[in-house]
């Protein structure tokens, strides 16, 4: 029996752009197991059920290293196109494992603990500006300056050059959506990896209390890690550290936005706010469709047989939305007590900073609810402009209150 042509998703379609919930939900129930063609032109296996997409991240035959893949088009542009991505996120056991032990001490239950105090006062500094205003962009003005702040100096990035690597991030993520222009992903991806290099050098003249100065003692003295991986790791953490949290807080205040109901169920019950932030993980999280991963070996997943080397894209975003594990899965409930959500992922690479975006997320949203009355948006909704494919987030979200 001849195998079907793939899917192509609609990363050029507004409409899928806005709510890419209904085309993945409809795949999922007719072909939970599809070919898809991504939007740079390769193609994937999309795993879309629940139970499939959970047991597919914890599988030991499912590589999270992008060498395993068998499309030489995975190999030809940065990062993958150097040793760059060797950080722990791409990497499989036992590197993985080292590599993890080596910043998990920075972000255990009680080193985040002890951030609280910070963050709120990050982000009481950043609701002072606005708050006499009764407008502000929620995106630039508050959810992007917090955890670039946070995780700016968790790790020892001087203030001066935050703007910069926002800017080489932000190019880079653009031109990973949709048919990216790879000349200016390339260039992105070499000044960012220019000025980490040269941040890593002051840091070997000037050590401080910060993570990267732990991590390149780690390199220089105890040999734990060569210059590839520390460069990386780099990258790794002041991107990922950041760049989840500003959709997990826009998405989260979007959603409430577009829910009146729950809105008001949340502001008058604020100790429901670590519950919903679990809820604006699940019903619109901050990566979309999923994560990627590699067999290392020919393997089945949901009665379907996927080649050696294949591309799988574990679709944790569609399955967050799986009947056959949440109840009513497409409305959002603040007050949904079993959520097992995988927005965070599943196995040996789930996100190591997910209790920083929590308390972030928790301390963010509390603050925006209490400080800023009659919060409403200020275009309508089908103005709101999303980002396309692998991310998922606004690039903007204009919103009104009541000045104070």
């Not at 926002?166 to 790879?182: C, F, K, V």
């Not at 040996?348 to 209490?370: K, N, S």
């Not at 709101?384 to 009541?402: D, I």
Request: glycine share 6%; with cysteine; aromatic share 6%.
């Amino acid at each position: 029996m001849p195998m079907s042509e793939p899917t192509v998703l609609p990363y050029d379609d507004p409409a899928f752009a806005a709510d890419p919930y209904p085309f993945l939900n409809a795949l999922r129930e007719q072909d939970p197991v599809r070919r898809v063609v991504l939007g740079n032109g390769l193609e994937a296996w999309l795993v879309t059920r629940y139970e499939d997409t959970r047991a597919a991240m914890s599988d030991p035959r499912m590589s999270s290293d992008v060498h395993q893949g068998s499309d030489p088009r995975l190999l030809e542009h940065p990062p993958a196109a150097e040793p760059f991505p060797r950080s722990m996120l791409q990497a499989d056991p036992p590197d993985h494992t080292r590599l993890r032990r080596l910043v998990s001490k920075a972000f255990t239950a009680r080193r985040i603990a002890e951030l609280g105090e910070r963050i709120q006062k990050i982000t009481d500094q950043l609701l002072d500006a606005v708050t006499p205003l009764g407008d502000a962009d929620v995106i630039d003005d508050f959810a992007l300056p917090l955890p670039v702040t946070v995780i700016s100096e968790l790790l020892g990035v001087p203030a001066d050059d935050r703007d910069g690597f926002q800017e080489w991030t932000n190019a880079m993520l653009d031109q990973r959506a949709g048919r990216p222009d790879w000349a200016v992903l390339d260039e992105a991806w070499r000044e960012m990896r220019a000025y980490l290099e040269r941040l890593l050098a002051a840091k070997r003249v000037r050590p401080d209390d910060d993570l990267l100065s732990a991590l390149i003692v780690a390199r220089d003295e105890h040999r734990r890690l060569d210059e590839e991986e520390l460069v990386a790791m780099a990258s790794l953490l002041l991107v990922a550290g950041y760049v989840t949290t500003v959709n997990l807080i826009g998405n989260g205040l979007a959603a409430l936005l577009a829910n009146p109901g729950q809105l008001a169920v949340l502001r008058g019950n604020e100790h429901l706010m670590p519950c919903a932030i679990e809820e604006f993980l699940r019903y619109d999280g901050p990566i979309n469709p999923g994560m990627t991963r590699f067999p290392t070996e020919d393997i089945e997943i949901g009665g379907v047989r996927i080649p050696r080397g294949s591309t799988v894209l574990v679709g944790t975003a569609v399955a967050n939305r799986d009947p056959d594990r949440f109840n009513d899965p497409d409305r959002l409930d603040v007050t949904r007590a079993d959520n097992p959500h995988l927005a965070f992922g599943h196995g040996l690479h789930y996100c190591l900073g997910a209790p920083l975006a929590r308390l972030e997320g928790q301390i963010a949203m509390t603050a925006v609810l209490r400080r800023l009355p009659g919060l409403a948006l200020a275009v309508p909704p089908e103005d709101l402009q999303w980002q396309a494919g692998g991310l998922r987030g606004l690039k903007h979200l204009p919103v009104t209150f009541s000045p104070s």
